[in-house]
């Protein structure tokens, strides 16, 4: 059977027994100072006490320690566990998440394209596909012409070919945003009155030396002077650069001839470009019109192109309220006529 007695108390008795025993034992021998025994053993006791009560701090402290050591493992030990299965957890949601995103991400754009309409979708492509291309054009410009520090005739060749292509996309892009707004009938026409010699003179400026260094001919046949007709200039011009550039594509190398010019037919004004080049067979001429269609052969294909500048050039001229139309034998040249009423 265990007593327990409280500390406070055993400390008293402690103190009462000590001086009891010291005062009798001084009482029979009478050999000290009664007060100077009392003291040292009244000192003496209270030091025990404290001993007793400081060692029992020391065991309690010590006990704390062990078991907060105790605690420590195991919350180690389930903190690596909770970790691990956190680590595990986390990956799984992870990949949760990210199938999720993926599939938020179909969805919505299966959702963004459901609400956007078609057109509008391919307007906004276009839109982000071009606006790259300016500050890309706009740096080769600058490296060109040494803005931002001299450059050695390798560097400028480079980034030559780094222009030449960004301006191809650029053309790619405005034709398909052209083709686009012709469907939509959005092409927007800005009608004023033409000087036919003024317009047949930059032609002939502009393509003379291109045409001069590939050894071509090229001839212009306006139909009279001082002739004004009232028209759309650049969408006109537009027409003719999609049909002089294809006539530059198919004429013999060094022998190539292309003819332009205007004429007046039953109360129509006829315009036409003319080349002397590979020719276009008849079966191949009832689909020359559509949006990118090419004719395949192995003399075409080394030549560029997406088959839209005859589309583009066939809804220009209708919408100018004319009509377009091709002539050729298949071997010895095309002709391209655009027919507007006088
Ligand atoms: P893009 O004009 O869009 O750069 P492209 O020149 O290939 O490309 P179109 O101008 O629409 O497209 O011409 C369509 C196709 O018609 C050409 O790929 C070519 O095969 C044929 N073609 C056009 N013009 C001539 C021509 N003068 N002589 C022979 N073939 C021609
Ligand atoms: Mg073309």
Redesign the pocket.
Same mark, same amino acid.
């Given at each position: 059977m265990k007593f327990l007695i409280n500390k406070k108390v055993a400390v008293g008795l402690i103190i009462i027994c000590g001086i009891i025993i010291v005062n009798v034992y001084v009482a029979f021998t009478n050999l000290l100072n009664f007060s100077f025994i009392s003291s040292v053993v009244i000192i003496g006791v209270i030091l025990l006490v404290f001993f007793i009560l400081n060692q029992e701090a020391i065991i309690k402290k010590n006990k704390e320690k062990e078991q907060l050591e105790r605690t420590d493992a195991t919350a180690k030990e389930q903190l690596k566990f909770t970790d691990a299965t956190a680590k595990e957890q986390l990956d799984l949601t992870d990949a949760t998440a990210k199938e999720q995103l993926k599939f938020t991400d179909a969805t919505a754009l299966s959702e963004k394209l459901k609400g956007v309409a078609k057109d509008e979708f391919s307007a906004m492509i276009t839109h982000e596909l071009n606006t790259p291309l300016v500050p890309i054009i706009g740096y080769c410009k600058m490296l060109k012409t040494s803005m931002l520090g001299r450059i050695d005739q390798e560097q400028l060749e480079a980034i030559e070919v780094i222009e030449k292509n960004a301006k191809r996309l650029e053309?790619l892009i405005t034709?398909i945003m052209d083709v686009r707004k012709i469907d939509l009938d959005q092409l927007k026409f800005k009608i004023d009155a033409l000087s036919l010699d003024e317009f047949f003179s930059n032609l002939n400026s502009d393509y003379r030396k291109i045409l001069e260094n590939k050894k071509c001919q090229f001839i212009i046949n306006p139909y009279a002077k001082n002739l004004v007709i009232k028209t759309d200039k650049s969408r006109l011009r537009q027409v003719f650069d999609?049909?002089i550039?294809? *006539?530059i594509?198919?004429v013999p190398e060094n022998k190539g001839k292309i003819e332009t010019g205007c004429m007046k037919e039953n109360n129509k004004l006829v315009f036409y470009v003319k080349?002397n080049?590979?020719?276009?067979l008849q079966e191949k001429q009832k689909n020359?019109f559509q949006k990118f269609?090419?004719?395949d052969t192995s003399e075409?294909r080394s030549?560029?192109?997406?088959?839209?500048?005859? *589309?583009i050039?066939k809804g220009i001229v209708e919408k100018l309220g004319g009509t377009i139309s091709v002539e050729?034998d298949g071997k010895t040249g095309?002709t391209?006529y655009m027919k507007f009423p006088l």
């Amino acid at each position: 059977m265990k007593f327990l007695i409280n500390k406070k108390v055993a400390v008293g008795l402690i103190i009462i027994c000590g001086i009891i025993i010291v005062n009798v034992y001084v009482a029979f021998t009478n050999l000290l100072n009664f007060s100077f025994i009392s003291s040292v053993v009244i000192i003496g006791v209270i030091l025990l006490v404290f001993f007793i009560l400081n060692q029992e701090a020391i065991i309690k402290k010590n006990k704390e320690k062990e078991q907060l050591e105790r605690t420590d493992a195991t919350a180690k030990e389930q903190l690596k566990f909770t970790d691990a299965t956190a680590k595990e957890q986390l990956d799984l949601t992870d990949a949760t998440a990210k199938e999720q995103l993926k599939f938020t991400d179909a969805t919505a754009l299966s959702e963004k394209l459901k609400g956007v309409a078609k057109d509008e979708f391919s307007a906004m492509i276009t839109h982000e596909l071009n606006t790259p291309l300016v500050p890309i054009i706009g740096y080769c410009k600058m490296l060109k012409t040494s803005m931002l520090g001299r450059i050695d005739q390798e560097q400028l060749e480079a980034i030559e070919v780094i222009e030449k292509n960004a301006k191809r996309l650029e053309t790619l892009i405005t034709d398909i945003m052209d083709v686009r707004k012709i469907d939509l009938d959005q092409l927007k026409f800005k009608i004023d009155a033409l000087s036919l010699d003024e317009f047949f003179s930059n032609l002939n400026s502009d393509y003379r030396k291109i045409l001069e260094n590939k050894k071509c001919q090229f001839i212009i046949n306006p139909y009279a002077k001082n002739l004004v007709i009232k028209t759309d200039k650049s969408r006109l011009r537009q027409v003719f650069d999609n049909l002089i550039s294809n *006539a530059i594509k198919f004429v013999p190398e060094n022998k190539g001839k292309i003819e332009t010019g205007c004429m007046k037919e039953n109360n129509k004004l006829v315009f036409y470009v003319k080349d002397n080049g590979i020719g276009i067979l008849q079966e191949k001429q009832k689909n020359l019109f559509q949006k990118f269609y090419q004719i395949d052969t192995s003399e075409r294909r080394s030549v560029g192109g997406t088959g839209l500048g005859l *589309a583009i050039s066939k809804g220009i001229v209708e919408k100018l309220g004319g009509t377009i139309s091709v002539e050729s034998d298949g071997k010895t040249g095309t002709t391209f006529y655009m027919k507007f009423p006088l």
